[in-house]
Nanobody, 126 residues
Framework: QVQLVESGGGLVQAGGSLRLSCAAS????????MGWFRQAPGKEREFVAA????????PYADSTKGRFTISRDNAKNTVYLQMSALKVEDTAVYYC???????????????????WGQGTQVTVSS
């Protein structure tokens, strides 16, 4: 069973930066497609970014493109989300997600992911 633990959330002013980390255990990390999703109060969970098994494909939501960067270190079993130029509307609980995919690829919809972390709060103040 894959276990995911997020860290790095917190309170930051608009325009600032944060880096989220997600450490995976219990599986073969290099075989996992990884994704970041977020959920703001009263809203549905939405896609933020994803990364293929070898890191060569990294789709982003339109709202995060150019400001967020997803990366992974397969030697450390960790995926990262570097967030810059943060906006108040980026405030949400951020979740890390994973799914095994023997055929590779990358997914941007939450229903394709089997494993989820507990989430980490990101609050951006004006």
């Amino acid at each position: 069973q894959v276990q995911l633990v997020e860290s790095g959330g917190g309170l930051v002013q608009a325009g600032g930066s944060l880096r989220l980390s997600c450490a995976a255990s219990g599986g073969i990390f290099s075989n996992l497609i990884m994704g970041w999703f977020r959920q703001a109060p009263g809203k549905e969970r939405e896609f933020v970014a994803a990364i293929s098994r070898n890191g060569d494909t990294t789709p982003y939501a339109d709202s995060t493109k150019g400001r967020f960067t997803i990366s992974r270190d397969n030697a450390k079993n960790t995926v990262y989300l570097q967030m810059s130029a943060l906006k108040v509307e980026d405030t949400a609980v951020y979740y890390c997600a994973a799914v095994y995919s023997p055929l590779g690829g990358v997914f941007t919809t939450s229903r394709r992911y089997d494993h989820w972390g507990q989430g980490t709060q990101v609050t951006v103040s004006s």
